[in-house]
């Protein structure tokens, strides 16, 4: 399956701590995502890292991909209540069509 | 605002009834996708339709059945549910199909219930 992993299923923290999540799939990819769900909401695009990148930023967000390991992480430094949502990871296959396959999930919460 | 709406936002059905969900783009995109996403599961992917076509079908119960009139518009029409089909379902749409990297808009949702 190329179904992607999050780890951990959920995650709690105090504001302005840095937020780490875990993703692992299981056959090659040419992109994973991530994405953002708050609670009964639609999920929102947060950033793509192409299977020959190793690091991503975009704001305060910091994504790795490791596909030795076939796994990457999110990382969202000095964090804020807001930020308080389901992170999704999703891979797409090298068939070349862009069905997204997702994990689980991992719930955060940011405490003030 | 993704730019892809749904409506209705709730709905309460019971196993006899038939309902229509709705979802509308904004985007120009040419491909559009239903999701089902019940607790503690990973999203499902359930239609995608890509130029008004349907080009994946995986494996969904015929009592779900999608319609495609035009690239803005998808509907999911339900009938005869089971209690075992509440959920969240999503609409989503992107770009193109086949392109690679291709990032998804959601849109909120309709919280389905099924009595």
Not at chain 1, 13 to 30: D, F, L, P
């Amino acid at each position: 399956s190329q179904q992607g992993e999050e780890d951990p299923q959920a995650l709690s923290i105090q504001e302005g701590e840095n937020a780490t999540m875990n993703c692992s799939y299981k056959t090659s990819i040419n992109n994973l995502q991530w994405y953002r769900q708050n609670s009964g909401r639609g999920l929102v695009h947060l950033i793509l890292i192409r299977s020959n990148e190793r690091e991503k930023h975009s704001g305060r967000l910091r994504v790795t991909l490791d596909t030795s390991k076939k796994s990457s992480s999110l990382l969202i430094t000095a964090s804020r209540a807001a930020d308080t949502a389901s992170y999704f990871c999703a891979t797409d296959s090298l068939s070349g069509y862009s069905t997204l396959t997702f994990g689980k999930g991992t719930m955060l919460l940011v405490s003030p | 605002e993704t730019g892809v709406t749904q409506t209705p936002r709730h709905l309460v059905m019971g196993m006899t009834n038939k309902k229509s969900l709705k979802c509308e783009q904004h985007l120009g995109h040419n491909a559009m996708y239903w999701y089902k996403q019940s607790a503690k599961k990973p999203l499902e992917l359930m239609f995608v339709y890509s130029l008004e076509e349907r080009v994946e079908n995986n494996s969904v119960p015929s009592r779900f059945s999608p319609e495609c009139p035009n690239s803005s518009h998808l509907f999911l029409h339900l009938h005869t549910l089971q209690p075992e089909d509440s959920a969240l379902y999503l609409c989503a749409s992107s770009q193109d199909r086949g392109r690679l990297g291709e990032k998804l808009f959601f849109g909120s949702g309709t919280q389905l219930s099924v009595l």
